[in-house]
């Protein structure tokens, strides 16, 4: 047996609140069976926390979970990158961290003012970069042989990643680059480090664990954004957290019916599940000792959060070393992981 402290996610779609489509209950089995006691949820729900309302409406739903939830505020009103969110009322209700995730800020002049207001008010800001989110959302990374399928080249992360490297750098803006998914970007952030900036940086575990080739575009659970990409990025991001310039591994966790991934790629949804399979996964790839997985797990996400004024509540999970294979537990079950070999298994108590 093997204590270790709740894992932080900074990257949880709750999809809630929305209309009990995807009930509360499933995100909280889904974090207690992976062995998370935090979560960092994103505002693109159905109902999209871009106003006080729409977060008390959210965080009264939290108060529900066992798993502790701290909230994101949307950068832009809707998440569609027109028109900047009231910051000051959230960074007065508490929250300090603002992303559009799901979808970039593109527009230059809305993000230099964003990154300038956010930068005053001593908040963060967490971005999922993306060039063409808004006018061509793209369908898998290149090399692709299927016409059909619009690529995402590794410029579509890097143009948005160094447009807000150098806006960081203009206003001393807190900045978070979510689940980077290219060589490039591992470069950018560590010369952005080497800098001074107030940079820290995500990669998820699909992205860390599996690259393209051989990718199964007849399968729509190999759909998502960013898309798993080439042998040289994944070894690129595994690099990045062996050295320091990635901060934090972050599930990216995003539930979908069943029935919106067994469709023709193209018009798949975007997203996997992770928080369930994300430990025992990186855990058993042998890529990482015990001790850097808690670093990116627990002690980076925790000085992030703590940095940005969110309480973080202290928990100690038990597991045990037990050879078998990773199932999910929980209704969605849009995993990339199923059936994999796994060598380690949380220990339910009481849930
Ligand atoms: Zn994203």
Redesign the pocket.
């Known amino acids: 047996m093997i204590e270790i402290p709740g894992f932080i996610d900074l990257h949880t779609h709750t999809r809630y609140p929305d209309a009990d489509k995807f009930p509360y209950n499933d995100i909280d089995e889904s974090a207690i069976n992976g062995g998370f006691s935090t979560l960092l949820a994103?505002p693109n729900s159905e109902i999209p926390i871009d106003s006080i309302k729409n977060l008390k409406i959210a965080q009264e739903i939290d108060k529900k979970l066992k798993t502790k939830v701290h909230r994101v505020g949307a950068l832009t009103k809707d998440l569609d990158g027109r028109e900047l969110v009231n910051y000051k009322e959230f960074v007065e209700n508490g929250i300090t961290i603002f992303s559009d995730?799901?979808k970039s800020l593109i527009d230059d002049n809305l993000a230099d003012e964003a990154f300038k207001k956010i930068s005053a008010l001593g908040g963060a800001i967490f971005q999922?970069c993306e060039k063409s989110c808004h006018s061509r959302p793209g369908d898998i990374a290149p090399p692709n042989a299927d016409n059909d399928l619009i690529p995402i080249n590794n410029d579509e992360e890097l143009e948005v990643l160094a447009r807000d490297l150098n806006l960081s750098e203009k206003y001393g803006t807190r900045y978070h680059a979510?689940?980077l998914s290219t060589y490039e970007s591992v470069q950018l952030i560590k010369k952005a480090k080497q800098e001074g900036l107030p940079v820290t940086a995500e990669v998820t575990p699909h992205h860390i664990l599996l690259n393209n080739e051989n990718l199964d575009t007849n399968n729509g659970l190999f759909k998502m954004?960013p898309p798993i990409r080439t042998e040289k990025d994944r070894e690129g991001l595994v690099e990045g957290l062996q050295s320091g310039v990635i901060d934090v591994i972050a599930t990216?966790h995003a539930p979908h019916k069943l029935e919106t991934k067994t469709v023709p790629f193209k018009d798949a949804n975007r997203g996997v599940v992770g928080l369930e399979s994300a430990f025992p996964l990186i855990y058993s790839s042998n890529i990482f000792e015990l001790d850097q997985i808690l670093k990116f797990l627990v002690t980076n996400p925790l000085t992030i959060l703590e940095e940005l004024g969110y309480e973080i509540p202290k928990i100690v999970n038990t597991w045990k070393k037990s050879k078998s294979v990773f199932i999910t537990k929980s209704k969605y079950k849009n995993s990339l992981f199923e059936n994999e070999n796994i060598e380690i298994q949380r220990v339910l108590s009481n849930v």
């Open positions: 994103m995730d799901g999922h979510q689940h954004y990216d």
